[in-house]
């Protein structure tokens, strides 16, 4: 259970297998963007960008695209919220979309479907995230939880009906939860994660892509119970109350950036966006959005106003190279185990 990923590895890892382009990439990108206004200020840049996918990283990509709008008011942003996987089956992988916010990893079936149609799926890392699990504010029996326990409450197998199911110092009081939608790139963590299974969860639970809501409802009710990204917990920090987790023997760790960061906290997971390769070879301007994107995706307001941590300068590099290869037409993405 928990997250062991290492995201820095992963993305030194990768940037490993990519060095060999790095040199003709980075030539690459310097052509593309001499004198037409890649430091953000060309009345030239023009076209439109479509951005499918996950809610989690929602956040993120309408602050850099607000931002990079402002510098570049004939670029023209679609962005939506579809949940990850929601975004990679109706949108990303038909063709439809340039990028894709996931907060998962693309999976095989879905890299394979991709090429099918004609094109690669290029990774970006962009944050990592404190997933939170939260309670009403007035449950004042509890304060942490162990995963063991999640697992209990979540799994379809066991589905205990009240609180004193799980621990008999816990209410006789039904269980009313809130998590996210099927669609979600966020379910899909938290099934494999505490579950233990991807997709493998109970039924009788309110499942939505607006994060907001899952706080509001579990706001609503004395014992009801939630998960939800850890930006959406930040911007509801007095209707719910966040629980330390418990992996093992260790102590109740709270959710927070700092244990993201160091991979403390057990639920904590990286965030990606995920790129056509054909359309950023073709559109000039969604490569140097993409630039843009890579640039901003280390700066400290993405800690400060939206509540993730911030990509390191290895995973700038990183990602700088997957871009400079993308471009190139060389780049191929491999799988990395992350949980």
């Known amino acids: 259970m928990g997250s062991s990923h290492d995201a820095d590895a992963a993305?030194?890892?990768?940037?490993?297998?990519?060095?060999?382009?790095a040199g003709a990439g980075t030539l690459a990108i310097a052509g593309c963007t001499s004198g037409d206004g890649s430091d953000g200020g060309s009345d030239s840049l023009s076209g439109d960008i479509r951005v499918s996918g996950s809610s989690t990283v929602y956040p993120v990509a309408q602050e850099v695209t607000r931002r990079f709008e402002e510098q570049n008011s004939d670029v023209s942003f679609n962005l939506t919220r579809d949940g990850s996987s929601g975004g990679f089956e109706n949108v990303f992988i038909p063709g439809d979309s340039d990028l894709n916010n996931s907060s998962r990893p693309i999976s095989q079936e879905e890299v394979k479907r991709c090429r099918d149609n004609g094109f690669e799926p290029v990774e970006f890392f962009i944050a990592q995230d404190a997933l939170t699990v939260v309670v009403n504010n007035e449950a004042d029996f509890i304060d942490d939880i162990t995963l063991d326990d999640l697992q209990t409450i979540w799994s379809p197998d066991t589905a205990p009906e009240q609180w004193s199911d799980v621990n008999s110092d816990w209410p006789d009081e039904p269980f009313d939860l809130y998590g996210a939608a099927t669609t979600s790139g966020t379910f899909d963590y938290f099934t494999e994660a505490v579950v233990g299974e991807e997709d493998k969860i109970r039924s009788d639970f309110e499942g939505t892509e607006e994060d907001d809501l899952i706080a509001q409802g579990v706001s609503g009710n004395e014992y009801a119970l939630g998960y939800l990204p850890f930006a959406y917990y930040v911007n509801n920090p007095d209707s719910v109350k966040a629980l330390g987790i418990i992996d093992g023997d260790n102590d109740p760790v709270e959710p927070s950036?700092?244990?993201?960061?160091s991979g403390s906290y057990p639920l904590a997971r990286p965030l990606f966006f995920y790129g056509n390769m054909n359309k950023i070879q073709e559109k000039n301007h969604l490569q140097e959005f993409l630039e843009f994107y890579i640039d901003?995706?280390?700066?400290d307001y993405i800690a400060e106003s939206i509540g993730y941590v911030p990509g390191s300068q290895d995973m700038v590099d990183a990602n700088t190279e997957n871009l400079e290869a993308a471009i190139a037409g060389e780049y191929e993405y491999e799988q990395i185990p992350l949980y």
């Open 296 to 299: 901003q995706s280390d700066e």
């Open 257 to 261: 950036l700092e244990g993201a960061k």
């Open 11 to 21: 993305g030194i890892t990768r940037r490993k297998s990519l060095a060999a382009l």
